[in-house]
Every structure is written in structure tokens, then in C-alpha cells.
């Protein structure tokens, strides 16, 4: 068999290290998103309330119509709900970056037989923070993949509307498959070389050096790791369709949507670090 599939079978022999980084990954994960969904009703519900029901166009005829004094309640109420919500949302942003970062320290200093000190974890939330330069050219490259996936797969309707016409259905269906595939692969490679940096930064706590560093081993080894990014795209869209039934048994239980989607997408993050590890990281330590 070929050694490159031989590690992705062998990368579903999950042990205790993918258990343990599994369940750092759903705690952590489980925490950022079930607080941003509390945070989110709150605002919702202070939002009807200080709006008390009314369009915009209402309040835009209430502002032109009451008198300063009339007025004064309603401005006091509606500057309080703007500050809560916009200090409430940086403090969860912050909060869940720092989370994020003790996650991945955590995970990565296991892996790499280190600890976590109070110094070396603050070099992560800045870490972290640098990826929003790479992750911006991600975001370029994803808007490239979905603008040449969407002319793509209108080349069927033009070159055979009629087949098109008559097989709409199943063509829409590939449509949605393909471009959805195309698309969660890009974010794969992201995820991959983000895991490659924190891999060389646990060995230095350079930054700029485990950017570097994390890029050099992609462009080094990028046949091996675009196999390893094409085989957890597969396995994910096969996941997807198997578990298609109990997504849409749940569309009337959101809460119980989310924490499968939660459990879902920390099961995949933790077994997607676990085969890059195995079959391009591990004997490197």
C-alpha cells in the first residue's frame, strides 16, 4: 500500500494523545461559541427592549418629534445598551482569543513533551494575533477558489442548457458538493500551515522565525501535505453525508444542532492534528 494512505488509515488508530487533545479542543471550542450564543440572545433581547418593537423609521419619526426632555429616557437607555454591547463584545473577543491560545499551548507543549509557563503562553496570544496577516490572504485566496468554482461549474448550463434543464436537481447537487469541497479544502490548508507554525514555535517562541519556519515547511513538503489537506476533505464531506439525517432531524433543536457541530469540528481539528503529526511532524521533535 502506499505509505502516504498507509498513514492516513493508521491516523484512525486514536489513542490517548488524540483523546486528550480532543477534549482540550470541545472544552475550549464549546466554551468561545456557547458564550458568543448567550451573548447574542442577550443583545437580542435588550435590543426589543430598548427598541421596544419600532422600525427604524419610527424612531427616526420619534427623535424628530418629542421635545429633548421626552427624548432624554430613551437616548440614556439606548447609549447604555450600545456601550454594554460593543465593550461585551471586545471583552468576549479578547477572552476567547486568550482561551484559543491556552488551548493550542496546552495541546502543542503535550505533544512536544514542554509546559506551559506563565512567559511562553503570552507569546502565544501574539502569536496568534500575527495569524491575522496570513489569514487575510486566505480570505484573498478563498474569494479567488469560489469566484473560479462559481464560473466553473456555470460552463454545464452554457455548454448543455438543455441537459442542464432536464437534470437540474443532480447538477445542483454536484454544484453544492464541488464548490463546498473547494472551499473547505482552502480552509484545511490554512488550519495545516497554522498547526505547522505552531509546531516550530513551541521549539523556539520566535515568532516571526516560526512564521517563517511553518511557511518553509509547507513549500518544502506541499505534495505530501496537499494529500494530507485532499484526504481530510474527503473524510469530512463523507462524514457529512452520513450524519446529513441527524442534521436535519435536529434543524428544529438548535442547541442540540450546535453542540453536534461543536463536536463535529473538534473531533476533525483534533484528528487533523493528529494525522499532520503523525505523517509529516512526528521524529522532528
Same mark, same amino acid.
Given at each position: 500500500?502506499?505509505?502516504?494512505?498507509?498513514?492516513?488509515?493508521? +491516523? $484512525?488508530?486514536?489513542?490517548?494523545?488524540?483523546?486528550?487533545?480532543?477534549?482540550?479542543?470541545?472544552?475550549?471550542?464549546?466554551? &468561545? &461559541?456557547? @458564550?458568543?450564543?448567550?451573548?447574542?440572545?442577550?443583545?437580542?433581547? %435588550? +435590543?426589543?427592549?430598548? #427598541?421596544?418593537? *419600532?422600525? @427604524?423609521?419610527?424612531?427616526?419619526?420619534?427623535?424628530?418629534?418629542?421635545?429633548?426632555?421626552?427624548?432624554?429616557?430613551?437616548?440614556?437607555?439606548? !447609549? +447604555? $445598551?450600545?456601550?454594554? +454591547?460593543?465593550?461585551?463584545?471586545?471583552?468576549?473577543?479578547?477572552?476567547?482569543? #486568550? /482561551?484559543?491560545?491556552?488551548?493550542?499551548?496546552?495541546?502543542?507543549?503535550?505533544?512536544?513533551?514542554?509546559?506551559?509557563?506563565? !512567559?511562553?503562553?503570552? *507569546?502565544?496570544?501574539?502569536?496568534?494575533?500575527?495569524?491575522?496577516?496570513?489569514?487575510?490572504?486566505? /480570505? #484573498?485566496?478563498?474569494?479567488?477558489? %469560489?469566484?473560479?468554482?462559481?464560473?466553473?461549474?456555470?460552463?454545464?448550463?452554457?455548454?448543455?442548457?438543455? $441537459?442542464?434543464?432536464?437534470?437540474?436537481?443532480?447538477?445542483?447537487?454536484? %454544484?453544492?458538493?464541488?464548490?463546498?469541497?473547494?472551499?473547505?479544502?482552502?480552509?484545511?490548508?490554512? &488550519?495545516?500551515?497554522?498547526?505547522?507554525?505552531? $509546531?516550530?514555535?513551541?521549539?523556539?517562541? *520566535?515568532?516571526?522565525?516560526?512564521?517563517?519556519?511553518?511557511?518553509? *515547511?509547507?513549500?518544502?513538503?506541499?505534495?505530501?501535505?496537499?494529500?494530507?489537506?485532499?484526504?481530510?476533505? @474527503?473524510?469530512?464531506?463523507?462524514?457529512?453525508?452520513?450524519?446529513?439525517?441527524?442534521?436535519?432531524?435536529? &434543524?428544529?433543536?438548535?442547541? /442540540?444542532?450546535?453542540?453536534?457541530? @461543536?463536536?463535529?469540528?473538534?473531533?476533525?481539528?483534533?484528528? /487533523?492534528?493528529?494525522?499532520?503529526?503523525?505523517?509529516?511532524?512526528?521524529?522532528?521533535?
Amino acid at each position: 500500500m502506499n505509505k502516504n494512505l498507509q498513514l492516513y488509515f493508521d +491516523s $484512525f488508530k486514536l489513542g490517548k494523545l488524540f483523546a486528550y487533545t480532543f477534549l482540550i479542543d470541545l472544552v475550549s471550542l464549546s466554551l &468561545i &461559541i456557547f @458564550v458568543f450564543t448567550w451573548f447574542s440572545t442577550y443583545v437580542q433581547e %435588550r +435590543s426589543l427592549e430598548v #427598541m421596544q418593537g *419600532r422600525t @427604524v423609521t419610527e424612531i427616526q419619526q420619534m427623535v424628530a418629534t418629542l421635545n429633548p426632555e421626552q427624548l432624554a429616557p430613551f437616548v440614556t437607555m439606548l !447609549k +447604555s $445598551f450600545l456601550i454594554i +454591547s460593543v465593550t461585551g463584545l471586545l471583552l468576549l473577543i479578547i477572552g476567547s482569543v #486568550m /482561551l484559543f491560545s491556552f488551548s493550542q499551548a496546552s495541546i502543542w507543549n503535550f505533544l512536544l513533551g514542554k509546559k506551559v509557563t506563565s !512567559k511562553n503562553y503570552w *507569546r502565544w496570544n501574539a502569536l496568534n494575533l500575527s495569524l491575522l496577516m496570513p489569514l487575510f490572504l486566505f /480570505l #484573498m485566496i478563498l474569494l479567488l477558489v %469560489r469566484v473560479s468554482l462559481s464560473l466553473l461549474l456555470d460552463l454545464p448550463a452554457k455548454l448543455a442548457p438543455y $441537459f442542464y434543464l432536464t437534470h437540474t436537481t443532480i447538477m445542483e447537487n454536484i %454544484r453544492l458538493i464541488v464548490d463546498g469541497a473547494g472551499i473547505f479544502l482552502v480552509i484545511v490548508l490554512f &488550519i495545516v500551515i497554522a498547526f505547522l507554525i505552531y $509546531f516550530q514555535f513551541v521549539k523556539s517562541y *520566535r515568532i516571526w522565525d516560526s512564521l517563517g519556519a511553518g511557511f518553509s *515547511r509547507f513549500k518544502k513538503q506541499w505534495k505530501k501535505i496537499l494529500f494530507l489537506a485532499f484526504l481530510a476533505t @474527503v473524510s469530512a464531506l463523507i462524514i457529512t453525508v452520513i450524519l446529513l439525517p441527524i442534521k436535519q432531524a435536529l &434543524i428544529f433543536y438548535p442547541f /442540540l444542532s450546535t453542540l453536534l457541530n @461543536v463536536v463535529l469540528a473538534s473531533f476533525f481539528l483534533a484528528w /487533523l492534528r493528529y494525522y499532520l503529526y503523525s505523517a509529516v511532524l512526528h521524529g522532528d521533535q
